[in-house]
């Protein structure tokens, strides 16, 4: 195999690809910090989705090269989006945060995602 193929791009090993690691840890906290702690439902749904987005970005981070990973994290991030209107969050600050992180997960997984299809697509080259 070529040197090309062996070496990951400059963006897979920045660490761009595990932001959402630390936003997964945030997801946790979230819902303790902004004080939404009586929302039971809020809490869990926070819980469950922050662990799940910070297992998919580890395995996606010793895996770089599996896109499936990231749009794990898309999905993730589309529900972390929509789950305060399924839930029916009554937090503001909770439901704005969970909007705007689900965008930034969903975001981070589709440009992993990108950038892993884009590889593979030129290292058939």
Known sequence: MEEGYNSLHPYETSGAFRVNILLGIWVIVAPFVLAS???SAAI?????????VAIVALLRTSMPRQSAWSWANVILGIWLLISPFVLGFAAPRLLW???ILGIIIALVGISNAWWSVRREHVAQF
């Open 97 to 99: 945060n969970d909007v």
């Open 44 to 52: 869990w749904n926070n819980i469950a989705t922050g662990i799940a």
């Open 37 to 39: 702690a009586l929302f």
